[in-house]
């Protein structure tokens, strides 16, 4: 049963598709305190719900982010 919404998309989903902003915790670039505040500046937080594909877009979003800022 498909009920589940992604903050993004709002397209419903299954609960164990369900992604948050905690699996950024284990990746090893950007910090995880760097992506808290990066999201915090979206207004998402640390267990708003997402759907696979839009938590991918943010994943690029916040890694290409982070390595503009390394570059200056």
């Known amino acids: ?3 589940a ?3 993004k998309c709002l397209n419903k989903f ?3 598709d369900i992604y948050t902003i905690q699996q950024f915790q284990y ?10 505040e990066f999201f915090k500046n979206l207004e998402i937080g640390e267990w708003d ?10 994943s690029k979003i916040s890694n290409n982010l ?5 570059q200056k």
């Open 5 to 7: 919404q992604c903050k």
């Open 49 to 58: 719900s997402f759907c696979e594909k839009c938590i991918m877009e943010y």
């Open 14 to 16: 299954n609960e164990k």
């Open 1 to 3: 049963m498909k009920n």
């Open 27 to 36: 990746r090893k670039e950007p910090p995880y305190e760097w992506t808290i």
């Open 66 to 70: 982070w390595k503009e800022q390394a």
